[in-house]
């Protein structure tokens, strides 16, 4: 359902931007015309979960509401891709993890992205949270994707010793362990903040003996980490994010 409503929205959105049409559809029209009506009541508890989760998590589709023909609506605007450099683009990386994506920065890259940034690294272990949604992610080395994503992602920072993806966590948790505090800045500013796979990701540190405690099998990890080798090529593309308050949770 999530792809459908997406899809009929990119579609849709496009035609109307080629003919000098605002890009956005009712929320309503979108429903109606993927629920037919004999099955609308049967289907209607699954469409209220998928646009839940659209207006939540995808950062290209923009809930508003509108005067149509003199009655209020909401809507949902389609934000389109722009392949022409801007200032106020960040950059994507398109890496080949199951189709996941870095899309940016939620806000800019000379923004404070929190007021409750530390100022240092407190422990070289760190909580990342929306990395993903367990109920949706498909295939069995689905965990692989979101490790080697974040693998790629810090690619120039040496010393990730430990990634534990907690596939069973309704938060999207991933679990990571460094050589030192300070590599665990350095992912810590990589990651927090930045879209991935349109779900805004948000990380903490995490005490080195709880760490441990959880996952023994870290305190004895001193080898550096490296991608498998499936996500070894990488593309490069710009996509426009929009800017949202980020929230630490």
Not at 30 to 35: C, G, I, P, Q, S
Not at 131 to 143: H, I, L, N, S, T
Not at 188 to 202: A, C, E, I, P
């Amino acid at each position: 359902m999530i792809e459908k409503i997406i899809d009929t929205l990119k579609s849709e959105c496009e035609a109307m931007s080629r003919h000098d049409e605002e890009p956005y559809l009712a929320v309503q029209h979108v429903r109606d015309k993927l629920l037919q009506p004999s099955k609308r009541k049967q289907l209607l508890p699954i469409w209220k979960k998928a646009a839940k989760f659209i207006e939540e998590n995808e950062s290209r589709i923009r809930h508003e509401t509108r005067m149509i023909e003199g009655e209020e609506f909401d809507v949902w605007r389609w934000l389109p891709v722009c392949c022409t450099s801007s200032p106020h683009m960040t950059q994507s990386l398109n890496l080949n993890n199951g189709g996941k994506i870095w899309q940016g920065q939620a806000f800019g890259e000379h923004d404070d992205i929190s007021n409750n940034t530390p100022p240092y690294s407190p422990t070289p272990c760190l909580k990342v949270r929306n990395m993903f949604k367990a109920d949706v992610e498909e295939g069995d080395d689905w965990d692989v994707h979101i490790e080697d994503a974040i693998l790629e992602k810090c690619k120039n920072i040496n010393g990730i010793l430990h990634i534990h993806v907690d596939k069973s966590s309704k938060e999207g948790c991933v679990y990571i362990k460094c050589d030192n505090c300070e590599t665990a800045g350095h992912v810590y500013r990589s990651l927090h903040g930045w879209w991935f796979d349109r779900r805004l990701v948000t990380v903490k540190y995490l005490r080195l003996d709880m760490y441990h405690d959880r996952f023994p099998s870290s305190r004895v990890a001193v080898k550096a980490m490296k991608p498998s080798s499936h996500s070894r090529t990488h593309s490069v593309c710009q996509q426009p994010i929009q800017r949202y308050s980020l929230q630490m949770t």
